[in-house]
């Protein structure tokens, strides 16, 4: 399969832990990374490789993976974490890119 | 703190080329990175388009491979796309971004650019 799932929207309440996963053949065989996209603007990479975060990412932030399903996990969610978050991993073959369908996370 | 940023019209009629230009600053785009064209229809997810590397053939994504051309000009810290054969379905927001592979973990990303195919 050349897909990435995720659910299409996730709501967490101010200051508490959400995730946020995605499925796919591809994930049995490279990380995924996530990336942060709020309205108007790029797309920013929070998590790579094994539960990596670029310089000036939160620790709140963090990621996991297991067998065909990559995992974003916020925690203590704050009211700039309101945004939609897409996983991305290349596919089987290596050279092939693959985003997720995308998952709007609300804070309330 | 390398630095991307897509120029290029607007505005492209249907069955004519598609063209964009992406400058990068701050980095030199002889190194091992990937540079990769990534697009997103108005109100819709993110599509892989392809990327190129220095000195290796660039990578496509299968559903747009028999339209799209990438290409790299290090003289020039710039790499392009052509999209032949626009149909308004090629109506995105088109990102340049730079990669540690071919297909992810994109680090750096240009501010986007809207392109609308109509006639």
């Known amino acids: 399969s050349s897909e990435l799932t995720q659910d299409p929207a996730v709501s967490v309440a101010l200051g508490q832990t959400v995730r946020i996963t995605c499925q796919g053949d591809?994930?049995?065989?490279?990380?995924a990374s996530w990336y942060q996209q709020k309205p108007g603007q790029a797309p920013v990479l929070v998590i790579y490789?094994?539960?990596n975060r670029p310089s000036g990412i939160p620790a709140r932030f963090s990621g996991s993976s297991s067998r065909n399903t990559a995992s974003l996990t916020i925690s203590g969610a704050q009211a700039e974490d309101e945004a939609d978050y897409y996983c991305?991993?290349?596919?089987?073959?290596?050279?092939?890119?693959?985003f997720g369908t995308g998952t709007t996370v609300t804070v309330l | 703190q390398v630095q991307l940023q897509e120029s290029g019209p607007g505005l492209a009629k249907p069955s004519e080329t598609l063209s964009l230009t992406c400058t990068v600053s701050?980095?030199?785009?002889?190194?091992?990175?990937?540079w990769a064209w990534i697009r997103q229809p108005p109100g819709k997810g993110l599509e892989w388009i392809g990327a190129?590397?220095?000195?290796?053939?660039?990578n496509y994504n299968p559903s747009l491979e028999s339209r799209v051309t990438i290409s790299l000009d290090t003289s020039k810290d710039q790499f392009y796309l052509k999209l032949h054969s626009a149909t308004a379905a090629d109506t995105a927001v088109y990102y340049c971004?730079?990669?540690?592979?071919?297909?992810?973990?994109?680090?750096?990303w240009g501010q986007g650019t809207l392109v609308t195919v109509s006639s």
């Open positions: 971004a730079r990669g540690y592979t071919s297909g992810s973990r994109f680090d750096s």
């Open positions: 701050a980095y030199s785009l002889t190194t091992d990175y990937y």
């Open positions: 190129i590397s220095h000195n290796r053939s660039p």
């Open positions: 591809s994930l049995r065989g490279s990380y």
């Open positions: 490789g094994k539960n």
């Open positions: 991305n991993s290349r596919d089987s073959a290596g050279n092939q890119g693959l």
